[in-house]
């Protein structure tokens, strides 16, 4: 029978947040034995909470005691799925750690390397055309049988085929390579290194015709993952290398990493990465039309409508438009925001004393149009937001914490002349204000 109990508003989630706050922290931190991963938690636990129910399934209002309860379980659920990423990013580690090529000083190890990949290089030259496409974009583009057939036009079949029959000619030669049975006994002492490179040319350690060994070795696909949030929902990911990757609500992040380059697609939302430094392997970020390359640094980078803002916390980044000229160094405490309409202004690098704010739960604006300023908010809104033609042009600065944002929404009409209504299916409208 439901409840005569008051419907659980915003403010009453909110206020019964801000009295257990402590504790969920020391539970969060318990439960992951990081306090820095627990502040994270924490605060997606607030922001699972602002999107709570009023009532419950049954159709009952919750108790004081059982809001709690739902308090606690929302943290409880979020740092078991943090616990299984981390293992999931573990396993990824030692597998990225096992693939590493060897020490540059071990100059045995290095000439092993290359003389294999000299071998692989002359069988793959040596295959039919077909089946050297099919195991090129299989083990070095990481194409799925289902892909390679669709671009081959040939049957699964075919394609498993072909791909079995290279893999044994591989097989065959690394071998020969690795000699006799008496040549094997007195390598004994080397097989953790043979191991490594079994892991090596297994993975995707192939060459194309023509193509210089080691030039195959910069390019082959080591580790790959992604990352994605939803409405009101921020996620972390660490990465193998050491470095950190960090999303804002309803954004996605592809992650791959070859032996010479690590690479990331930023296709919605926005990131910020704390990149590990390795002069060896550039970190490229790319987001539509917008390239970043850095060796190690802090930068954060948003998607929005009509642009790409890139802004740096510390170090240096490179931002580039594909297929112009057009290129900047950022440094440290900089912003850019590379418009992506062609002939668009010129770049203005303007100074960002806090780079990516939404990480601490905030967000600023600067003379932006109120419709972009709507659509950022919109991905912590549980609620649809829209706003009419007129009043999306108004131009809006101001600081709005994430958790208060729909309180910001509804204050609006004090800062613009602008109205803010709720729809029947339960959106904001935000229109221009009629003249009286």
């Not at 900089?334 to 010129?346: E, I, M, T």
């Amino acid at each position: 029978m439901p409840s005569s109990l008051a419907p659980w508003s915003a403010q009453r989630w909110h206020a019964l947040f801000c009295a257990h706050q402590p504790q969920l922290l020391a539970y969060l931190t318990g439960k992951t034995g990081s306090r820095d991963e627990a502040r994270d938690l924490v605060q997606e636990t607030w922001l699972r909470l602002a999107a709570a129910p009023a009532q419950l399934p049954d159709g009952s209002s919750p108790s004081q005691e059982a809001a709690r309860a739902y308090l606690f379980a929302t943290a409880k659920h979020l740092a078991l799925d943090h616990l299984r990423q981390r293992g999931v990013q573990q396993r990824s580690l030692q597998d990225w750690q096992q693939l590493q090529p060897p020490s540059a000083s071990d100059v045995a190890d290095q000439a092993m390397y290359r003389q294999a990949l000299d071998l692989v290089a002359q069988v793959i030259a040596e295959l039919p055309a077909r089946m050297q496409s099919a195991l090129l974009a299989h083990r070095l583009q990481g194409q799925t049988h289902a892909q390679i057939a669709q671009t081959l036009q040939v049957s699964l079949n075919t394609v498993e085929r072909d791909l079995m029959q290279a893999d044994a000619c591989l097989e065959a030669a690394l071998l020969r390579w690795r000699g006799d049975a008496q040549g094997m006994q007195q390598a004994a002492a080397r097989r953790r290194r043979r191991g490594a490179l079994g892991a090596l040319l297994g993975v995707a350690g192939l060459a194309c015709a023509g193509w210089p060994a080691w030039q195959l070795w910069q390019q082959r696909l080591l580790w790959q993952g992604s990352l994605a949030s939803g409405t009101g929902m921020q996620r972390s990911l660490d990465l193998p290398d050491g470095s950190q990757l960090r999303i804002d609500a309803a954004s996605h992040v592809e992650l791959r990493y070859r032996a010479g380059l690590r690479e990331a697609q930023l296709l919605a939302g926005a990131a910020f990465f704390s990149v590990a430094r390795d002069t060896s392997r550039p970190f490229e970020v790319q987001a539509g039309a917008v390239r970043i390359r850095v060796l190690g640094t802090s930068f954060g980078v948003e998607l929005e409508p009509d642009a790409v803002l890139v802004q740096v916390e510390s170090g240096q980044v490179r931002v580039e438009q594909l297929g112009s000229q057009l290129q900047i160094v950022l440094q440290g405490q900089q912003s850019l925001r590379v418009p992506l309409a062609a002939g668009a202004a010129a770049w203005q690098v303007q100074a960002q004393p806090r780079p990516a704010a939404w990480r601490e739960g905030e967000l600023v604006f600067d003379q932006q149009p109120l419709g972009q300023v709507v659509e950022r908010l919109g991905r912590y809104s549980s609620r649809p937001l829209q706003i009419d033609a007129g009043a999306a042009q108004l131009a809006i600065s101001g600081h709005v914490r994430i958790v208060q944002a729909e309180r910001w929404l509804r204050n609006l009409p004090q800062l613009a002349p602008v109205q803010v209504k709720a729809q029947a299916d339960g959106a904001l409208l935000i229109s221009l204000r009629k003249k009286s």
